[in-house]
């Protein structure tokens, strides 16, 4: 009988294994200085299959949604990516990564120009800028908030350094080739 009980335990435990995930997402250190940045997070997010419940809190800097699944969840990821906006992100206690930027591992130059960065206003240019200024190498930094562009441009500046610091800022920007 406990043999029964056992393999009926272990059934189940792997058919609910497979099943696809049903939880929340939360992503924090995102960008949120204004209500247009919590509309353009909800915009990036509100036409996925499997997404709904999106909620952002400016004071704390988290942006949160329900996935139906694990692919509603890396599509919420990557349109949030699109959209210009990071952080760290969880599905329960599952890391989600973020799309690659482009970043080469000891790639260094003397302009570094990142795409599709989300700046609405002029706190998203000011927040921007202030994620960059103390980077080693950097002399200047130019931003195109029409556009959504950040160019850093200096002497030796690595990288993956300068996107760490623009994803700290919870931007997402790709670097340009």
């Excluded at 250190?29 to 915009?43: M, Y």
């Excluded at 002029?122 to 931003?143: F, P, Y």
């Amino acid at each position: 009988m406990k043999l029964v009980a056992t393999v009926a335990m272990l059934l189940l435990m792997i058919v609910f294994a497979f099943q696809p995930a049903d939880g929340d997402v939360q992503i924090e250190g995102v960008h949120l200085c204004c209500g247009s940045c919590v509309d353009a997070v909800t915009d990036a997010l509100k036409e996925i299959e499997g997404v709904t419940g999106i909620t952002c809190d400016q004071n704390t800097r988290v942006a949160s949604f329900k996935a139906a699944s694990d692919e509603a969840a890396d599509k919420g990821i990557k349109a949030l990516s699109e959209a210009g906006f990071f952080g760290t992100a969880k599905l329960g206690k599952k890391a989600l990564a973020f799309p690659d930027a482009g970043a080469k591992k000891d790639a260094r130059s003397a302009k570094v120009r990142f795409e599709g960065v989300h700046l609405c206003c002029r706190s998203c240019v000011k927040a921007a800028h202030a994620a960059l200024m103390n980077l080693k190498g950097v002399s200047s930094i130019d931003i195109d908030r029409e556009a959504g562009i950040v160019t850093l441009s200096g002497s030796d500046i690595l990288h993956t350094d300068a996107l760490a610091a623009l994803n700290k800022g919870g931007f997402y920007g790709k670097i340009a080739k």
